[in-house]
T-cell receptor, first 115, second 114 residues
Framework: NAGVTQTPKFRILKIGQSMTLQCTQD?????MYWYRQDPGMGLKLIYY???????DKGEVPNGYNVSRSTTEDFPLRLELAAPSQTSVYFC??????????????FGPGTRLTVL | QQQVKQSPQSLIVQKGGISIINCAYE??????FPWYQQFPGKGPALLIA?????SEKKEGRFTISFNKSAKQFSLHIMDSQPGDSATYFC?????????????FGTGTLLAVQP
């Protein structure tokens, strides 16, 4: 199993451009998450999904959109890139909880710079 | 209410020493407290986790101490090694696993000097 894969690894965008960060997992996990990591700020949840066709906002959803058409894929869309979106983005997945918590498995991250 | 406060921001420990990282929370609905370890250029990975029905959990050189009344928990790394040098995040979950969502602390950069 490849686990959680993310593409691209690095990207530089100009202000106002759009892009999609790709995330795929091959562990048949129901739950998927998008985080952003900024220095000294930890990990902030952007969006999450508990299954195909179901998504919901996290702590910092503004400026982002997601979709979940399959169990495997959970792309994150930036429509109008802004310098404040310069960050490292992590995708994660976990099995569905059944009255208990389960480990989140993280991808290697995408480093995005908006200039 | 939803924050998890982590300290220190950075920590330098000599090889063989004990590394201690502390976290505090306010929301008493939190019922799951994991620690994640992140190496440079990699995603975080689960290190160890605890539920509030126990006060301590040990896995090898890593121990979580949990104080429910003080709403605090800490990670202790015994016999710290240079290979332990990484960023450590505490986190808390409060929905019983219904969505498995976590609130993360701000991270501690640990450097273990040989």
């Amino acid at each position: 199993n490849a686990g959680v894969t993310q593409t691209p690894k690095f990207r530089i965008l100009k202000i106002g451009q759009s892009m999609t960060l790709q995330c795929t997992q091959d562990m048949n996990h129901n739950y998927m998450y998008w985080y952003r990591q900024d220095p000294g700020m930890g990990l902030k949840l952007i969006y999450y999904s508990v299954g195909a066709g179901i998504t919901d906002k996290g702590e910092v959803p503004n400026g982002y959109n997601v979709s979940r058409s399959t169990t495997e894929d959970f792309p994150l869309r930036l429509e109008l890139a802004a310098p404040s979106q310069t960050s490292v983005y992590f995708c994660a997945s976990s099995v569905m909880g059944s009255g208990s918590y389960n480990e989140q498995f993280f991808g290697p991250g995408t480093r995005l710079t908006v200039l | 209410q939803q924050q998890v406060k982590q300290s220190p921001q950075s920590l330098i420990v000599q090889k063989g020493g004990i590394s201690i990282i502390n976290c505090a929370y306010e929301n008493t609905a939190f019922d799951y407290f994991p620690w994640y370890q992140q190496f440079p250029g990699k995603g975080p990975a689960l290190l160890i986790a605890i539920r509030p029905d126990v006060s301590e959990k040990k896995e090898g050189r890593f121990t979580i101490s949990f104080n429910k009344s003080a709403k605090q928990f800490s990670l202790h790394i015994m016999d710290s090694q240079p290979g332990d040098s990484a960023t450590y995040f505490c986190a808390a979950g409060g929905d019983g696993g219904a969505t498995n969502k976590l609130i993360f602390g701000t991270g501690t950069l640990l450097a273990v000097q040989p």
